[in-house]
């Protein structure tokens, strides 16, 4: 039997060449985008252009693309090699691309695959640094609700933070019964669990060793479900929490 990664990989490459036509992924994307830019203090102060960031579950990087230009780096990892590919095709028109994306199931943050990418990178833009190389900013948008075990990955991401990096991970809340609703029942298999839980991603958190955790609801997306349970077809509004936290 698949497993549920598996299940995930084979659907998510099948939808990535469709990925970025869909209007409810641009203006989901577009409001993590500016959720990011409000809570992560290099923003505010005017360091963005310092941030070595990573992403995880980048996908065809809609949220790359926007934040690239705004920091120094940025490696994106997913599990679908079809969002990789379309990840890397819009990324052979740029010059000089100051970020890039690797297929790949981040469980370490001395894993090969992310420190030789961080490694191209840093060669790429003429810098002699040694390695373990790690990140000022971690991002995830609408992948959480996919990852099997979330202590293990924010420990993951906690070790792939430098000492005052932050997370800012941004996916859809799980407000009661109706969340389900926010997948069609043909993409539910594979859906690690139905939104988070914003006292349980802050009890996570800071479990895990972060400061400073906010886990507060950053914005709204609405969204076309299907008809279920009795009731018709309709839109509703599905509220995203932001999980942020520094390593200190
Ligand atoms: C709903 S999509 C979101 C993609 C992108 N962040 C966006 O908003 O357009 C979830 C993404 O997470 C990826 N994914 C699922 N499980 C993952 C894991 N354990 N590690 C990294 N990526 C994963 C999927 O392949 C998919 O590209």
Known sequence: M???QEINNARFSE???SWDSNKRHGESTQKAFEAIQQYVPAFEDGRNKELDV???GCGTGLVSFM???????LIGVDTADGM??????????IDKPNLCAVNHLLTNADSPQLQGTAALLATQRGEESAPPYRFDLVVSHLTLHHIPSLPQILATLHACLKPGGVVALTDY??????AVQFHPIRKRPGVERHGIKRDEMEELLLGTGFNEVRTEK???LRKEVEAEGGKPAREMDFPFLMCYGMKI
């Open 67 to 73: 934040l690239a230009p705004h920091v120094r780096s």
């Open 54 to 56: 990573l992403e995880i």
């Open 218 to 220: 950053a914005f709204v």
């Open 84 to 93: 990789i590919s379309a990840f890397s095709a819009k990324l052979s028109a």
């Open 173 to 178: 809340e799980d407000f009661g019964p109706e």
């Open 2 to 4: 698949a497993s549920a």
């Open 15 to 17: 939808e990535a060449l």
